[in-house]
């Protein structure tokens, strides 16, 4: 089991950048795929990015490809998400997760993630 707290959110206006950090705990972290996810008020949890054991292989979501930014460092044991020209849309409760089986091709849906965090909320204002 990996546990995961979320930290780094707040409010920040449209266009300007964030970082997300998310701490973990557990003997199997260097060898799980860590995902972030968000779930904006009445919308379903959706995919924001993974990134692999040694973090080189990496998979975005098509709305926050070229702007974001998943990274980890498995010294610390966590694991970052650096958002960029951030839009009113990216408002949500952002949510780290622990994948612990890899099944050949990253995973999009929230089902195939074990362990969560509680979330930290991200507001961008225009």
């Known amino acids: 089991q990996v546990q995961v707290v979320e930290s780094g959110g707040g409010l920040v206006q449209a266009g300007g950048s964030l970082k997300l950090s998310c701490a973990a705990s557990g003997r199997t972290f260097s060898t799980t795929i860590m995902g972030w996810f968000r779930q904006a008020p009445g919308k379903e949890r959706e995919f924001v990015a993974a990134i692999g054991w040694i973090g080189i292989r990496t998979y975005y979501a098509d709305t926050v490809k070229g702007r974001f930014t998943i990274s980890r460092d498995n010294a610390k044991n966590t694991v970052y998400l650096q958002m960029n020209s951030l839009t009113p849309q990216a408002t949500a409760v952002y949510y780290c997760?622990?994948?612990?089986?890899?099944?050949?091709?990253?995973?999009?849906?929230?089902?195939?993630?074990?362990?969560w965090g509680q979330g930290t909320q991200v507001t961008v204002s225009s």
């Open positions: 997760a622990a994948d612990r089986q890899w099944r050949g091709s990253f995973e999009v849906l929230p089902g195939a993630y074990e362990d």
